[in-house]
């Protein structure tokens, strides 16, 4: 048995002990817990595949940035995961497969990583900047997703390519790529939930209820980030860093860690799709209806928006005879708002 490249370490010191090594038992066990959450990731971010390209009404900025982070997660179930169980179950950690589960792992969850921050950073300017948002061409969306893929392959490039320089890399890639976008993260929802408080200011009707809403969702976000991610980069800094630790070498550990980060391929699909109402719609459609390959209810329901629009404006404009302009001028900007 050959533990000299575990997922977390470039080798395996002498003072392990025995009891150290994962046995058979524990490893089905394991495998007992990967096979529903690669199933679960899956599928999740097939539904929002589909659910993408076959709904004209979800092809918004963000949505490309989702539709990209599912493409990832997806990579995540459909390699990663099982790659994994076949390692722990083989427990040969010097098979060339195992080196190129290393490598997918590493650009899936990175690139991962990088598309959560792009959406935090899109949401924030969208609140904060909504007229210059509008504006933003599909060149600068692509720009940004390939950039997130290419930090993911630049990741995993200078984990296999470093040689000696183990320290380095780990260093470089816990901060690089998790704690400099775990700060971006929470500033991005700090202005986006300090700017929604003012605009609540502005208009009392709707104060505490949104608000909470608000914070809810802010807390959902960074909270399952951080409970997902943040046991895997702590591990491995110890690794690194503190040979007397060694509970960090007890695989049980290293699978328990492998199971949180693994879980946000699952959870992205929930938090940033199953709160979009379209997205819901788009789900429900597909699950009842497989075979159908796009949704032609959309221009139906665009038709019978502007119908409506047209009729609510008419009904109000009726009420503004004998008025000035003003009145009309308000009732088509109430309109506009819905």
């Known amino acids: 048995m050959n533990y000299t490249n575990s997922t977390l370490s470039y080798g395996r010191p002498p003072s392990i002990p025995p009891a150290y090594i994962l046995d058979r038992v524990w490893a089905y066990v394991f495998v007992g817990i990967y096979v529903p959450l690669s199933i679960a990731i899956t599928l999740g971010n097939a539904l929002v595949i589909a659910a993408f390209f076959t709904t004209p009404k979800l092809k918004t900025k963000t949505n490309y940035f989702i539709v990209s982070l599912a493409v990832a997660d997806l990579i995540v179930g459909t390699f990663s995961v099982p790659m ?3 390692v722990l179950v083989t427990q040969d950690f010097s098979n060339p497969l195992y080196k190129a589960f290393q490598a997918v792992d590493m650009v899936s969850g990175v690139s991962s990583i990088m598309h959560l921050t792009c959406i935090s950073l899109e949401r924030c300017y969208a609140i904060i900047a909504p007229l210059k948002h509008m504006r933003i061409k599909k060149a600068v969306l692509y720009s940004a997703i390939v950039m997130s893929w290419s930090l993911g392959i630049l990741s995993s ?37 300090i700017t929604a408080r003012r605009s609540i200011t502005a208009h009392r ?19 399952i980030f951080v409970i997902c991610w943040l046991p895997f980069f702590i591990i491995s800094l110890l690794y690194t860093y503190c040979p007397s630790c060694t509970f960090v070498w007890d695989m049980r550990v290293v699978m328990t860690v492998k199971i949180f980060h693994y879980s946000n391929s699952v959870f992205n699909p929930i938090i940033y799709c199953v709160r979009n109402r379209r997205f819901y719609l788009a789900f429900a459609r597909i699950l009842r209806n497989p075979l159908i390959c796009k949704d032609n209810s959309s221009n139906d329901e665009l038709d019978s928006t502007r119908m409506n629009y047209k009729m609510t404006n008419r009904k109000k404009n009726m009420n503004c005879n004998g008025q000035d302009e003003t009145c009309r001028l308000t009732v088509r900007f109430k309109g506009a708002l819905g």
């Open 84 to 86: 994994w169980m076949y």
């Open 205 to 223: 009707g709707r104060s505490l209820k949104k608000d909470l809403h608000i914070a809810y969702t802010v807390a959902v976000v960074i909270g």
């Open 157 to 193: 490039v200078l984990k296999t390519s470093t040689g000696s320089n183990k320290k380095f890399v780990v260093t470089f890639v816990t901060s690089g790529f998790f704690f400099t976008p775990l700060l971006v993260i929470f500033i991005a929802y700090f202005l986006i939930f």
